[in-house]
């Protein structure tokens, strides 16, 4: 697939790996010609990890003062090798609460393609509140973001899909948590589990 990847093509991709109009529960749905061909990807994902390890290396060394973290859970139903970045910097927020700044980057196992999100998160004496992701560039993360995005390129050689192509609806597919008519291509495509 080239960088102009459209979401035709990758909803003919998806169809591909997810019975339609199916939940994971029914009759059928596991033993499909679609979920095989998905369980056979996962299992080809986990096997060739050098890259992505590689490239978890290579995070690491160039952003030495953040916090990089491999949260990958093909093993769990994923369809994603996953990265979150800690910046070093926590936000004190009025009343004695911290605010923890993230960028994620999904990389998807099914297509050359990645997404690329910050996650904000508070904690209190309360515990940590729901994390909020933002898929738009934002300006405290934004050169973090920058460094790490030029690193996924260059060592997986993946392109970046833009938010109306990964927010395209798939109606006729259940994923995960989701229900049939609420899964989007970066739930198919990636997870529905992003935080």
């Known amino acids: 697939m080239s960088a102009d990847i459209s979401a035709p093509q990758l909803l003919e991709l998806v169809h591909r790996y997810y019975p339609t109009n199916l939940y994971s529960s029914e009759a059928g749905y596991h033993e499909s010609e679609q979920y095989q061909r998905l369980e056979a990807a996962r299992d080809v994902a986990m096997g060739q990890s050098a890259l992505w390890k590689g490239c978890l290396a290579r995070l690491r060394e160039s952003l030495s003062e953040c916090k990089v973290q491999d949260w990958t859970a093909i093993f769990s139903n994923d369809n994603c090798w996953r990265v979150r970045v800690y910046l070093p910097e926590v936000l004190k927020l009025p009343g004695g609460a911290e605010e923890v700044r993230a960028v994620v980057v999904l990389v998807s196992i099914l297509a ?23 898929y738009e560039d934002v300006p405290e993360t934004k050169p973090h973001a920058n460094k790490i995005e030029a690193i996924i390129r260059d060592v997986l050689h993946v392109h970046r899909l833009p ?17 049939l008519g609420e899964a989007r291509l970066i739930d198919c495509l990636f997870t529905d589990d992003r935080w």
């Open 112 to 134: 050359p393609v990645y997404v690329l999100y910050s996650s904000f998160q508070q904690y209190s004496d309360k515990g940590a509140s729901p994390s909020r992701t933002i």
């Open 163 to 179: 938010n109306e192509t990964l927010f395209t609806p798939v109606p006729d597919i259940q994923v995960r948590n989701t229900s």
